[in-house]
């Protein structure tokens, strides 16, 4: 039996509630046992003194571009720059070529992530066929081939009808509906946020009230049906008090935020750099500060990285031209700490949360995919990471095959040092 002993680390687990100096003990493949002065004979260990030991990170929301975009991302690829950023387990977009939409797409995913991820890899299948908003896709069957949840991603499902019949089958197959909020019709064209930025740029602008009419008309079908409905994403203040609203009226509503729409804001766009074009675009002061309140208050449930990888020639084009999305796998961490923690914001602990527990109870993982907590009998995936030590990201040095970012070159302040999944080490720091 392969067994791995983690020792004298600060072991924090936010759904225990743990927080002090403790062994981790992972074997077959699982947590063991959690505790202080723990001995496991035969076992390989690693000493984790001065660092924190955490549930492994989870994202539920990243592209890997497999099959069909290769040349950006792959699904080996991904998942290594994944494990380079501490997380453990992923849960890819299905906005691929083929659209993941049948089983047979969703089992190609689950098979070649088995031969060649270094992390979970679990796939998210579409909500209507091809993506194209208009029928339902095989979810039933998507379902029982691998997929925990349904999204169209990029392409909102803006057919009312139609959403309200996916959240109907979502419930009854008890799986989140992830929804990119945006009216197609009142962004269509644009290019950044509405501002006065974008009129100073010359820049078409995507008003803040494209995301906020989405989310309200989801959330008044989220009540409708009783599914549980997860928006994507959220970067708008009035989209996080709609969904701080649904919370209190005790709605299955969730919501996601990412690092970049936390750190950076139209402000620090250099003009026409395509690496600060994304969807949601940029927003405004305001909007950040409403977002990061969101996570502060509990209105937003979790950190996701959105890493929406490109290859070098689809981003050097024109601003208007070229596609939207950055990576950020392996930056997550070290924003979230800058922005969150050492801001003052947030404590250690609940930025755990929301990287472990709060994912992990978005989609809902039980039995033997239980996952995002230091319990005997989950999945031992294990994040070690240090909130203070200094480095600086370096794009050339990425994992991913894309080099689409807006952080090159940029130093935080704490990061992952070892992933563990499985009992397995997939990933160490240089130097540790």
Not at 117 to 123: D, E, I, S
Not at 235 to 259: D, I, K, Y
Not at 285 to 302: K, Q, R, S, T, Y
Not at 326 to 337: D, F, K
Request: aromatic share 6%; with cysteine; net charge negative.
């Amino acid at each position: 039996m392969k067994k791995l002993l983690i020792r004298n680390g600060r072991v924090i687990c936010p759904a225990t509630g743990q927080d002090g100096i403790a062994d981790v003990l992972i074997e077959d493949g699982r947590i063991a046992a959690v505790g202080p002065n723990l001995t496991a004979p035969g076992a390989d260990t690693l000493d984790a003194a001065g660092l924190v030991v955490a549930p492994g990170f989870i994202d539920i929301h990243v592209h890997l571009r497999e099959p069909g975009f290769t040349h950006a991302e792959t699904i080996a690829t991904g998942s290594r720059a994944a494990a380079a950023g501490g997380f453990t387990t992923v849960c890819c977009m299905p906005n691929t070529n083929p659209v993941n939409d049948s089983a047979t797409v969703t089992t190609y995913i689950v098979e070649k992530a088995r031969r060649e991820a270094v992390v979970n890899v679990f796939p998210i299948g579409a909500i209507t066929k091809g993506s194209g908003g208009e029928e339902l896709a095989a979810i039933g069957s998507m379902v029982a081939a691998g997929a925990v949840a349904i999204s169209d991603d990029g392409r909102p499902v803006m057919n009312a009808r139609v959403m309200r019949r996916a959240m109907e089958t979502a419930r009854a197959l008890d799986i989140p509906v992830i929804q990119h909020c945006e009216d197609l019709n009142l962004s269509a064209g644009g290019d950044m946020h509405e501002c006065a930025d974008s009129v100073r740029l010359g820049l078409r602008g995507i008003p803040a009230a494209a995301e906020d009419v989405m989310v309200a008309r989801d959330i008044l079908l989220a009540e409708l049906t009783g599914a549980r409905y997860h928006i994507a994403h959220i970067s708008t203040r009035n989209a996080v008090a709609m969904a701080g609203f649904a919370r209190r009226r005790g709605l299955p509503v969730t919501c996601e935020a990412t690092p970049h729409h936390i750190a950076l804001h139209t402000g620090h766009m250099r003009p026409y750099d395509s690496s600060y074009k994304m969807k949601p675009p940029l927003r405004g002061p305001e909007h950040v500060e409403a977002v990061v309140e969101g996570i502060v208050n509990g209105a937003v449930d979790c950190l996701v990285t959105d890493h929406a990888p490109h290859a070098g020639d689809d981003k050097m084009q024109e601003f208007e031209r070229c596609p939207f999305g950055i990576i950020g796998l392996e930056t997550a961490l070290g924003i979230a700490l800058e922005v969150l923690v050492h801001s003052g914001r947030i404590p250690l602990s609940r930025l755990i949360a929301l990287f472990t527990s709060e994912p992990a109870r978005v989609i809902g993982w039980k039995g033997e995919q239980a996952r995002g907590a230091l319990k005997p009998g989950y999945a031992g995936d294990v994040t070690v990471f240090h909130p203070e030590y200094p480095w600086t990201y370096d794009v050339k040095n990425s994992l991913s095959k894309s080099a689409n970012t807006p952080f090159n070159g940029r130093t935080f302040r704490g990061g992952p040092i070892v992933t563990v999944v499985g009992g397995e080490i997939v990933w160490r720091a240089p130097g540790f």
